[in-house]
């Protein structure tokens, strides 16, 4: 290398480490002063695609982003979930996507045909081998022949689309389009013109890039499967990608003492509400003598819960007819009773029932057994048609 070549070289490194923008370290090519113009010319141009927008390969398809397109308007163009289609490229379904923009497709399409725009039916083949020229050189070798008859001319020939599929990689965390590009041997502006990548060159993780190729075998990109672990073995942590060496060790700090709580004052045991004296005006009758061991409040108790030993006879609270004998969704025996004036009283958690729907009742008397529980208790509701009222304004 000529000392010129040395001193413009440094100047450019020093230009571009004042630049924000990142700066591609690869000096492959410090002999020829940084041109990369050949390895990128010798790039195959990327193919046209058919009127949807789609490029097929044996092996895989790609959408060209239209102007304003997004993951939902591919989709709805293709026939695909938009849903799925976005996961798989790692972007939301309604992101706007930039123009002529790659898109991956999780699942193929129908194939491009003529009818779709494109030059050819099917995917994209490996450029094919020149059989004029083959054919010419075994002539040339065999000496001279007779005269063949010349082709027509003026006939259109559709010239199809072919050349080397171009490596699918997928964007992992950490990943640049240098680092992807030194790892395939691509020149950086290639992958751009390719994937028609943004002036700052951003990429994101889960993306799928698409690396041209002239011909030559690429490397492959390594898939590193990772066992799953025993069960109970619990899961390995991931390295993070921007880790170069291991934490520093950090000492666990010392537990702060736990400060003596005073103990609650012994309040006695609490006093279950007495049930209301039985007036010479009340319309209706406690069905069973006991304590009130659960108030009413609409909304959250429509009723009143009554503690009562298992097996006391249940009692109806006022004369009428027996409207519904029905269980709950644990099989719990319910008995509604109809009163004068639209007067509904109902009884649950009982058994041994003694009477049926339709039969009438009596003011006091036994339609069942409190229901052995921990603890026993019968629950009792007043209800004017579907609205439920407070026991205690009619006991």
């Given amino acids: 290398m000529s000392m010129k070549q040395v001193l413009m070289t440094g100047a450019a490194i020093g230009l571009l480490t004042a630049c924000d923008k990142p700066f591609d370290f690869d000096l492959r090519d410090m002999a020829r002063g940084f041109d990369t113009s050949q390895a990128v010319a010798d790039m195959p141009a990327r193919p046209r695609p058919d009127d949807r927008g789609v490029i097929s390969y044996p092996n895989y398809q790609v959408v060209v982003a239209k102007r304003d397109d997004t993951m939902a308007t591919?989709?709805?163009?293709?026939g695909l979930n938009a849903d799925t289609l976005a996961r798989y490229n790692g972007v939301g379904v309604d992101v706007k996507l930039r123009r002529?923009?790659?898109?991956?497709?999780?699942?193929r399409v129908a194939e491009p045909t003529p009818a779709t725009g494109a030059a050819q039916t099917g995917p994209i083949q490996a450029a094919p081998l020149d059989v004029t020229a083959i054919a010419t050189t075994a002539l040339d070798r065999a000496g001279p022949q007779a005269p063949v008859a010349a082709a027509p001319m003026n006939v259109a020939v559709p010239t199809p689309q072919a050349g080397p599929e171009p490596i699918r990689h997928k964007v992992a965390t950490g990943e640049t389009v240098y680092s992807i590009a030194r790892l395939y041997s691509v020149p950086v502006k290639a992958i751009s013109e390719w994937n028609s990548l943004a002036p700052d060159l951003s990429v994101r993780e889960g993306q799928f890039l698409f690396v041209p190729q002239n011909g030559q075998k690429a490397p492959v990109q390594p898939v590193v499967e990772v066992a799953a672990p025993a069960p109970g073995a619990g899961s390995v942590t991931p390295v993070p990608p921007s880790a170069a060496a291991p934490l520093p060790a950090v000492e666990p700090s010392k537990p702060i003492p736990v400060a003596d709580v005073p103990k609650a004052p012994d309040l006695g045991t609490p006093t279950p509400a007495a049930a209301p004296a039985p007036s010479a005006n009340a319309r209706l009758s406690m069905p069973v003598q006991g304590t009130i061991i659960r108030e009413y409040a609409a909304g959250r108790n429509e009723g009143i819960d009554i503690g009562v030993a298992a097996g006391t006879a249940v009692k109806s609270a006022a004369s009428g007819t027996v409207a519904?004998?029905?269980?709950d969704t644990s099989g719990v025996a319910i008995v509604v009773i109809k009163h004068p004036d639209g007067l509904l009283t109902v009884y649950t958690n009982l058994e041994?029932?003694?009477?049926?729907?339709?039969?009438?009742?009596?003011k006091g008397q036994t339609i069942g057994k409190v229901r052995a529980g921990d603890p026993s208790f019968v629950h009792f509701e007043v209800r004017r048609g579907l609205q439920s009222a407070n026991p205690a304004d009619f006991l």
């Fill in 324 to 327: 519904a004998v029905t269980t």
């Fill in 352 to 362: 041994g029932l003694s009477v049926a729907k339709g039969d009438s009742v009596s």
């Fill in 74 to 78: 591919i989709a709805a163009r293709l």
């Fill in 100 to 107: 002529d923009e790659l898109v991956a497709l999780p699942t």
